[in-house]
């Protein structure tokens, strides 16, 4: 089973700066990686998938980048909509497929 | 429009089986490429995948927790269910329903779709 590993845990961020969230795989998911972000009392949504395609309607302000077993989503200028919990998830040794722990991203 | 809903019981006991229901809109499962899974998620907790059945009939169950489980489908009725049998308190959780589409420009699995969960406490 490949586990995903995401830090940091919390995150404390100002809006309008930047945030730079990592997903590390416990081997290479080559780019089969997805993003999720997730607000209180609201299910997943999807971000990012193929480790940098923006899913539909998904802000150009949110990137992915990386492959193998180091990734990161990047959130340029961070509005105050973007506070939430983000997950990565591989689908590329299945099953199972596999989620990380979560980032909470705060307000500072 | 694509939508999904689950729905099921709040509250289970011990030792009792998990019946979940998933009903969704916008796509049938009988269309090749697309898969409906089950995901959960114990309050404060992260996410952890469940089970996934496909077009062509064919289910994937989660390593810990495939002698428990069982999905199956009714491509007339728009509809995924998912059974956990010997339920735990450790099973509190909300229950999520998710689609993914395989085909066009990319293929992988990744959830495009996602119900708004059915929150299932097990307790005597």
């Known amino acids: 089973e490949i586990v995903m590993t995401q830090s940091p845990a919390t995150l404390s961020v100002s809006p309008g700066e930047r945030a730079t969230l990592s997903c590390r795989a416990s081997?290479?998911?080559?780019?089969?990686l997805a993003w999720y972000q997730q607000k209180p009392g609201q299910a997943p949504r999807l971000l990012i998938y193929?480790?940098?395609i923006r899913a539909t309607g998904i802000p150009a302000r949110f990137s992915g980048s990386g492959s193998g077993t180091e990734f990161t989503l990047t959130i340029s200028i961070l509005q105050s909509e973007d506070f939430a919990v983000y997950y990565c998830?591989?689908?590329?040794?299945?099953?199972?497929?596999?989620f990380g722990g979560g980032t909470k991203v705060e307000i500072k | 429009q694509v939508t999904l809903r689950e729905s099921g019981p709040a509250l289970v006991k011990p030792t009792q089986t998990l019946t979940l229901t998933c009903t969704f809109s916008?796509?049938?499962?009988?269309?090749?490429?697309?898969?409906v899974s089950w995901i959960r998620q114990p309050p404060g907790k992260a996410l952890e995948w469940l089970a996934l059945?496909?077009?062509?009939?064919?289910?994937y169950y989660s390593t810990s927790l495939k002698t428990r489980l069982t999905i199956s489908k009714d491509t007339s009725k728009n509809q995924v269910v998912l059974t956990m049998t010997n339920m735990d308190p450790v099973d509190t959780a909300t229950y999520y329903c998710?689609?993914?589409?395989?085909?066009?420009?990319?293929?992988?699995?990744?959830?495009?779709?996602w119900g708004q969960g059915t929150l299932v406490t097990v307790s005597s």
């Open positions: 059945i496909d077009w062509d009939d064919d289910k």
């Open positions: 916008g796509f049938s499962l009988s269309t090749s490429g697309m898969c």
């Open positions: 998830q591989q689908y590329n040794n299945w099953p199972p497929l596999t």
């Open positions: 998710a689609r993914i589409r395989l085909g066009g420009d990319y293929v992988g699995y990744y959830f495009d779709y």
């Open positions: 193929g480790a940098s």
């Open positions: 081997q290479s998911v080559s780019s089969n």
